[in-house]
């Protein structure tokens, strides 16, 4: 076989790993050390946003950051935000399924380092654990797709219905 010639094992699916690290790490005490002889439990809120970047043709980078605030007697006891990321190589997937593979894979292999992080942060600064739930990504990427495609519908209507009333 000639170097000219396609092989079929490049126009193979390929993904690889190329690296997972952690990108941010912060914490917040506001409230310290008065916030540690408060008896009340803290409230946890957690939010989770998964964003990528194309770094080459084939390569992207895909992060995941989570921010966690707890809150005893209406205080804040602490404030952590985190970013995990990862950068991977992907190259011949079938059209449309890039968003999927970065949102939904990759944020999943992300993910777990990320939680990890947090609680090793929260622990060392005296809290409790702070253990995250397990994310189901695909489900995440689903209602974001959804969200974004009613809120462009909605966008759309609107146009048009300025657009008509504008009209004689």
Known sequence: MSSSEPSAETDQPFFQIQNVYLKDLSLEQPNSPAIFLEREMPSVQVSLNVSSD???????????????TA???????????GTQAGIFEIRNLPEGTLDQVLFVNCAAIVYPYLRANIDDMVRRAGFPPVHLAEINFEAFFREKTLAEQSSRTGEDSAANGASASDSP
């Open 54 to 68: 194309t770094l080459a043709q084939t390569v992207f980078e895909v992060r995941v950051t989570v921010t966690v």
């Open 71 to 81: 809150k005893a007697a209406e205080k804040t006891a602490y404030l952590v935000e």
